[in-house]
């Protein structure tokens, strides 16, 4: 026999629904940030695509710096976690080193992930401005040490690990500068091969020292 | 016995003198937009910054805009003809490859080809900022053809030579967003290193493979 069951949301789900919509905001924002840029979208745009009124949008986002923010802020985030999740594993270096990368390539062609080079911080408030930058940093960090590891087991040649980490970081940025999901190309064949010439570089290796992915 | 000599300078001397000074006021201005942007850069700081009065500063350029367009099409000009000349020279392409990139890295740390990348065409009028990007994608095209005649002539890796020069791209535009020439590393250092990880990658090598710089 089913359950009396309330015609109103419990608090948990009326949360949830929430929560779904406002990612729903960003998200939109997101592409159209990524698309016609930041100055050129209004929120007018946002709530054009996602078939609702103005006051709709402002009842999940303060304003479109906000928005911005928040799109920024869940790009680095994912990155961050991602990156992190990926060097804590029990790995070599290496091996970590190249899903880290890959998995950021990833993100860096999505939404929130492109967001983060097109759009960028600068146009922030600066106390949120420098949060996010804090949180770049860490991702830098985390790549640095990673390099730093795969030095110290021998799998990765000498080098300074913040130019290392400075070039990964400029590769993949790349990624989210010219990505169109409609190019000839998909993400993973792009993540793959964009890894692929940093960890074994433009020259031919013999066949039996050509790690391959 | 001295020749009789006229005080007044010949028009060749005379044009080579305005085009010095034309050049010093487009590499202060270069200097200006890298260290705190395009649109924060006054025709005024420009003009004190080389101790002249603005007057002096239009009898060398229109405005502002056409500074911009100046500077970076001297950076991009520079770039194509380093990129052009080292191309075209006798020798395996990989070499070509790694010296092209090494110029570029270079011009991409000084004042014209660092505004190429911190100020960039986006803000130049539509005919001017095509012209510009049509130089760009000339770049993109030489290093195009130096990877594909570096896979066919067997010393470099088969791979997408499109996004192998977006990588190499991407690393190099870098140089020129971080770089500070009071930082701890010369640009030498630097572009080496970037070649050094593009053209070896960072896995470790056998000392007998990895071909040195």
Known sequence: M???VSPWKNKKTRRRDREVKREAVLRAAADL???KGFHSTSIDDVARRLHVT???IYHYVENK?????QCIRLGVDATRK???EVASQKAPAMER???AM???ARLAARDFGMCVIRVGESSLPAERRNRIRRLRREVDHLYRALVQEGIDEGSLAPCDPKLASFTIAAAIAWISRWYHADGPLSVDDIADQCVDILMNGLIKRPRSNRRLN
Chains 1, 2 share one sequence.
């Not at 710096?65 to 923010?69: P, V």
Request: hydrophobic share 35%; proline share 4%.
């Open 102 to 104: 890959r998995e950021h």
């Open 54 to 56: 103005k006051p709709t």
């Open 33 to 35: 940030f990524n698309e």
């Open 97 to 99: 080193l190249k899903s």
């Open 2 to 4: 089913a359950a009396n």
């Open 65 to 69: 710096d906000d928005i911005l923010y």
């Open 82 to 84: 991602v990156v992190g």
